[in-house]
């Protein structure tokens, strides 16, 4: 019987590898055009780009995972029905509860990586790739930040300065405000900031506001509000 069940096993795999290399690259082609948009914008390492493009898969094989395993099924069970080998074994006694306890251990196993990817490796990767986004835009902020308009290209965070020096490194009129916090809404006003070599905003004449105390610090990506 160990015979019978690598075969079905590989009937069935060989056709859900193929169904999700298909699927993996039809639901990562948007992915694809929107990684490269934020390189073109951003300059980034090559360790970025590679933590980047593998934290895209989990949250595609949440989809392809089960799609693939459906198709698996459908397609080596149904080649086997089309070439008679499932009324062959029935034939010969093997009942079709029997042929079918192969497949329900893939289809478990399917079922087991898509609750992996879901419940723990999709969260973990979507964190992670929000994290190295925010790195990757702060790291020019200071080259590429507009006057006079809203920046929301920080997760959760919406950021205006009135003016910037020919330098880059300093601001005036600088206005922050973060939302989805654990302590609710937070805006931070301050008159004057100035950007260091540590990547980090320090705010030296800090307006008053009543959701965020000026002595407080303010994390903005890998760069701090004082």
């Known amino acids: ?27 990562f082609v948007p992915q694809l055009v929107r990684l490269m948009e934020l390189f073109v ?30 198709i698996g099924v459908l397609l080596g069970l149904g080649r086997m029905s089309a070439d008679s080998e499932i009324i062959a074994l029935t034939a010969l006694g093997i009942g079709r509860r029997r042929i079918l ?3 329900g251990v893939l289809a478990l196993t399917g079922a087991a990586v898509t609750l992996a990817m879901t419940a723990w490796l999709g969260p973990l990767a979507l964190r992670t790739f929000r ?6 835009i702060t790291s020019q902020v200071s080259f590429q930040l507009q006057p006079r308009v809203f920046d929301e290209r920080f997760p959760s965070k919406v950021l205006y300065v009135n003016d910037v020096a020919a330098s880059g490194t300093q601001w005036h009129g600088v206005f922050l405000a973060e939302t989805g916090g654990e302590g609710g809404s937070r805006v931070t006003l301050a008159e004057n900031a100035i950007v260091i070599e540590r990547l ?26 004082e």
């Open 1 to 27: 019987m160990r015979i019978l069940d690598r075969y079905i096993i590989r009937e069935v795999f060989r056709h859900a590898l193929l169904g999700l290399v298909v699927f993996t690259f039809v639901f």
């Open 200 to 225: 980090a905003h320090r705010v030296q004449r800090p307006g008053s506001c009543p959701a965020a105390p000026a002595q407080q610090s303010r994390t903005l990506g890998s760069r701090a509000f």
């Open 41 to 70: 914008r951003h300059s980034g390492s090559g360790a970025q780009v590679l933590k980047l493009f593998l934290c895209i898969f989990p949250a595609v094989f949440v989809f392809t995972v089960p799609m693939a395993t459906l």
């Open 131 to 136: 994290s190295l986004q925010a790195d990757l």
């Open 101 to 103: 306890l192969p497949v």
